[in-house]
């Protein structure tokens, strides 16, 4: 079965950290670029960070320095190290995998971060 599953969501306070992972099943993983994309209420989604295989790292300008994204092949897993959150990075963070050359792509089901005082 084809999925991606997140974890790692949670509350935290301004300035905390958290680590997103996500887990893909059913894929050949070498093969997908993967990002992490959030929404936040009454907002579009919006890219968050991507990995592309063995290239360079993209960031969006609101989290470049405090964001961290990796991939650990033999896990099938791709990461979001988050530090020095704050309240404007509440969302509902989703992982996706993009097939490298075609249009196929994998969405996850999502896990909320709220960063709250």
């Known amino acids: 079965q084809v999925q991606l599953v997140e974890s790692g969501g949670g509350l935290v306070q301004p300035g905390g950290s958290l680590r997103l992972s996500c887990v893909a099943s059913g894929i050949s993983f070498s093969m997908y670029a993967m990002g992490w994309y959030r929404q936040a209420p009454g907002k579009q989604r919006e890219l968050v960070a991507t990995?592309?295989?063995?290239?360079?790292?993209i960031y969006a300008d609101s989290v470049r320095g405090r964001f961290t994204i990796s991939r650990d092949y033999a896990k099938n897993t791709v990461y979001l190290q988050m530090n020095s959150l704050k309240p404007e990075d509440t969302a509902v963070y989703y992982c996706?995998?993009?097939?490298?050359?075609?249009?196929?792509?994998?969405w996850g089901q999502g896990t909320q971060v709220t960063v709250s005082s």
């Open positions: 990995i592309p295989r063995g290239g360079s790292t």
């Open positions: 996706k995998a993009d097939r490298i050359g075609t249009l196929n792509t994998i």
